[in-house]
Structure formats: structure tokens, C-alpha cells
């Protein structure tokens, strides 16, 4: 039996076209989805994502997902089987909160494993109307999953970092690389 690497590939693109077992949503707590990635996974996967966020809501969620955390509901029309919603954190200038974005990263991947999902598509998390520095959430998103793979290298076939332009190619270009990334 030889060893499994995990594939971690980067793309340009839309998200929601990836033909993965899992896209990971950058979702905002109250899971009904918003603006950006959240927005468009909404969109494009129909009601039926829509409706077990609103199903969880409803039994585990009433205040909404916690920040760090993530939780999976099927991907309607998306040409996956999950859609792992988690949700990251808005960038503070005076508070370090780099654990709760690792947490999304680490929470995603473990639901993922749970639910046997080989291949995983990442977006960018907190990059958007959260302003977490691209530079800064390709490395720590880059980190991250490097240490996941390292702990449980026959999980996953691929992670695929799926992002929208080529600022963000090119951090995470940086990141994948082994750099800091710049910004």
C-alpha cells in the first residue's frame, strides 16, 4: 500500500463551478445566506441550500454559527455534494483574531473528513467585506491545511484554494509557495 499525498492545487475562478465532494462557503453566521461567496453559493446551489441552513437555525443555530466554526448542508445545484458553510472572522486592527480563522480552515476540514469528502474547494475566508489582508489569510489558510495534511495524510485527495482575482492568484500563489505572501 503506498502513501496518499493530498493535492493542493490553486485556482482562478468561480467557486461555485467547482466539481468537488465539498465547497467550503465563507459564510456569514446567520447562514441565509449574503453578499460575495456566501451570496453566490446561495444563488447558485437554489432553495435547497437555503433550506437546511434554515433547518438549522431552527434546532442548533438560533443565535447563528459561531465565528470558527462550520456545519454542512447538501449543494442543491452545485456541482458538489456539501456545501461547508464556516464562519470567518472580521479583521481587527487591535485584536488578534487568527485563531478563529484557522479555526475555519481546521473545523472545515475535520466536517469534511467526517462526512468522507475527498476533494475540497476553499475560498478565500474573511477576504471579502471582513478585510482580513489577502496576503495574511493565503498564509495562514496555506498553514493551516499544510498542518491538517501533515496530521492525516491519506484524508484527502485534494484542497483546492479557489480564488476570484489575481491578487489573490498571487498571494496564495506566495503562500503555496512557502513565502509570507507580501501585501
Known amino acids: 500500500m503506498g502513501i496518499q499525498r493530498t493535492s493542493l492545487t490553486l485556482v482562478q475562478g468561480d467557486i461555485?463551478?467547482?466539481?468537488?465532494?465539498?465547497?467550503?462557503?465563507?459564510?456569514?453566521s446567520s447562514l441565509l445566506g449574503g453578499g460575495g461567496v456566501d451570496g453566490a453559493i446561495h444563488r447558485r446551489g437554489g432553495p435547497e441550500i437555503l433550506a437546511e441552513c434554515r433547518s438549522l437555525?431552527?434546532?442548533?443555530?438560533?443565535?447563528?454559527?459561531?465565528?470558527?466554526?462550520?456545519?454542512?448542508?447538501?449543494?442543491?445545484?452545485?456541482?458538489?455534494?456539501?456545501?461547508?458553510?464556516?464562519?470567518?472572522?472580521?479583521?481587527?486592527?487591535?485584536?488578534?483574531?487568527?485563531?478563529?480563522?484557522?479555526?475555519?480552515?481546521?473545523?472545515?476540514?475535520?466536517?469534511?473528513?467526517?462526512?468522507?469528502?475527498?476533494?475540497?474547494?476553499?475560498?478565500a475566508i474573511s477576504?471579502?467585506?471582513?478585510?482580513?489582508?489577502?496576503?495574511?489569510?493565503?498564509?495562514?489558510?496555506?498553514?493551516?491545511?499544510?498542518?491538517a495534511v501533515a496530521a492525516a495524510p491519506d484524508a484527502f485527495d485534494e484542497i483546492r484554494f479557489v480564488v476570484f482575482d489575481d491578487r489573490a492568484r498571487e498571494a496564495y500563489e506566495t503562500a503555496l509557495a512557502g513565502g509570507d505572501g507580501g501585501d
Open 127 to 147: 477576504t471579502g467585506v471582513y478585510r482580513w489582508p489577502i496576503a495574511d489569510a493565503a498564509r495562514i489558510a496555506a498553514a493551516t491545511v499544510r498542518a
Open 16 to 28: 461555485t463551478e467547482q466539481a468537488v465532494d465539498a465547497v467550503v462557503n465563507a459564510a456569514n
Open 57 to 123: 437555525r431552527a434546532s442548533h443555530y438560533g443565535r447563528g454559527l459561531p465565528t470558527g466554526q462550520a456545519v454542512a448542508t447538501t449543494a442543491g445545484r452545485l456541482p458538489a455534494r456539501w456545501v461547508i458553510h464556516a464562519v470567518g472572522p472580521v479583521h481587527s486592527g487591535s485584536e488578534d483574531r487568527t485563531e478563529l480563522l484557522v479555526s475555519c480552515y481546521r473545523e472545515s476540514l475535520r466536517l469534511a473528513g467526517e462526512l468522507g469528502a475527498r476533494t475540497v474547494a476553499f475560498p
